[in-house]
Antibody
Framework: EVQLVESGGGLVQPGGSLRLSCAASGFTFSNYDMHWVRQAPEKGLEWVSSIGTAGDTYYLGSVKGRFTISRENAKNSLYLQMNSLRAGDTAVYYC??????????????????WGQGTLVTVSS | QSALTQPASVSGSPGQSITISCTGTSSDVGSYSLVSWYQHHPGKAPKLMIYEGTKRPSGVSYRFSGSKSGSTASLTISGLQAEDEADYYCCSYVSSAVFGGGTKLTVL
């Protein structure tokens, strides 16, 4: 059974840092692209960042330069280092495993497996 | 990419059918990207309901179906049940993912 368990959330002051972790089990972690998706209070889902099997990374524009996604395949773990945090980063952060489909124009991804989320609150 | 456009809310009575639209552009929904749909109950992990535009994962009720016309994707739920009440999100992936704003489904 695929399991994704996030940890590392908490209360942090504006300008502070936090490192989220996602422990994966039940599948060959190194074979899958992995993503972070967040949901701010009373808002919708928002994609944050992704990392491919080759270590290629992508970021939402508003977090680029502040957040760093990484993975440690030997530990079946995904990370999100969040620096210079702002009130607008307050959200539940989910990690998700991507399924990749090759299409006529390239490839596309969707998320079949999600963690339960970890809450990050940025407030003084 | 800009967020995809969904209606903020839809409602229906038990047994009825409803459709949630998801409008994008020729660069996302209208491109080679295949839309996925997620059901989200507050406090729980989102659940994949439709992938590659029209396919249902194992375990998802046949009452859920997806379609696309041009740059608009749609999720139809037939035979509405109380348990279907939730937030629904579409998602398009072209090098990065973009979600719709979400639609709150109320079963009257």
């Amino acid at each position: 059974e695929v399991q994704l368990v996030e940890s590392g959330g908490g209360l942090v002051q504006p300008g502070g840092s936090l490192r989220l972790s996602c422990a994966a089990s039940g599948f060959t972690f190194s074979n899958y692209d992995m993503h972070w998706v967040r949901q701010a209070p009373e808002k919708g889902l928002e994609w944050v960042s992704s990392i491919g099997t080759a270590g290629d990374t992508y970021y939402l524009g508003s977090v680029k330069g502040r957040f760093t996604i990484s993975r440690e395949n030997a530990k079946n773990s995904l990370y999100l280092q969040m620096n210079s945090l702002r009130a607008g980063d307050t959200a539940v952060y989910y990690c998700a495993r991507a399924e990749t489909t090759v299409t006529t124009g390239g490839y596309t991804e969707y998320f079949q497996h999600w963690g339960q989320g970890t809450l990050v609150t940025v407030s003084s | 990419q800009s967020a995809l456009t969904q209606p903020a809310s839809v409602s229906g009575s038990p047994g009825q059918s409803i459709t949630i639209s998801c409008t994008g552009t020729s660069s996302d929904v209208g491109s080679y990207s295949l839309v996925s749909w997620y059901q989200h109950h507050p406090g729980k992990a989102p659940k994949l309901m439709i992938y590659e535009g029209t396919k249902r994962p194992s375990g998802v009720s046949y009452r859920f179906s997806g379609s696309k016309s041009g740059s608009t994707a749609s999720l139809t739920i037939s035979g509405l049940q109380a348990e279907d009440e939730a937030d629904y999100y579409c998602c398009s992936y072209v090098s990065s993912a973009v979600f719709g704003g979400g639609t709150k489904l109320t079963v009257l």
